[in-house]
T-cell receptor, first 114, second 113 residues
């Protein structure tokens, strides 16, 4: 079974621009979560999608948004980029509906905002 | 609200020595606990998890962790480390309502020859 795929792996943007990151979960998984990892704030939950619907959201401004497609692939978008948005963005693939299921992480997209 | 505290930011240890990475959690509901490992420039890999049942859980590569409800701890141990264990280790608790993981700040394990 293929793992979680995230594209692109590296991205450089400038302040004020917007960016879209993509995540393809493990085949058969229907839920995707996104996390932001920074040296200062650590790992923080952004949002979760299941069956094309955002089910849960972390404490991030509205500049951070996402969506999920019918094939379970997910994208997250950050508009009006700020320097503090530089981070590793991790996508997690969740097998099923039970809340305790383990989350399988992708390799991440490293975003640098200049 | 749930929280996780990893007491040591860095743990240097010599190869073949034992190691313990400490993790304490705070949760008012049923607890589901995880240890993840992150190698440089990679994502997170699940090491082991506690969902219920036996309080001692083991991974396939020699790590083990013990769930201690009275001390609200989930420390990670390995009796003999290898150079290849050098990585950052994250303890996490699952918020089952939000299905979101709350992570500790991480412990960098540095195994020296």
């Amino acid at each position: 079974k293929a793992g979680v795929t995230q594209t692109p792996r590296y991205l450089i943007k400038t302040r004020g621009q917007q960016v879209t990151l993509s995540c393809s979960p493990i085949s058969g998984h229907r839920s995707v979560s996104w996390y932001q990892q920074t040296p200062g704030q650590g790992l923080q939950f952004l949002f979760e999608y299941f069956s094309e619907t955002q089910r849960n959201k972390g404490n991030f401004p509205g500049r951070f948004s996402g969506r999920q497609f019918s094939n379970s692939r997910s994208e997250m978008n950050v508009s009006t980029l700020e320097l503090g948005d530089s981070a590793l963005y991790l996508c997690a693939s969740i097998p099923g509906l039970a809340g305790y299921n383990e989350q399988f992480f992708g390799p991440g997209t490293r975003l640098t905002v200049l | 609200a749930q929280s996780v505290t990893q007491l040591d930011s860095q743990v240097p240890v010599f190869e073949e020595a034992p190691v313990e990475l400490r993790c304490n959690y705070s949760s008012s509901v049923s607890v589901y606990l995880f240890w993840y490992v992150q190698y440089p420039n990679q994502g997170l890999q699940l090491l082991l998890k506690y969902l219920s049942g036996s309080t001692l859980v083991e991974s396939i590569n020699g790590f083990e962790a013990e769930f201690n409800k009275s001390q609200t701890s989930f420390h990670l141990r390995k009796p003999s480390v290898h150079i290849s264990d050098t990585a950052e280790y994250f303890c996490a608790v699952l918020d089952t309502g939000r299905r979101a993981l709350t992570f500790g700040s991480g412990t960098r394990l540095q195994v020296q020859p």
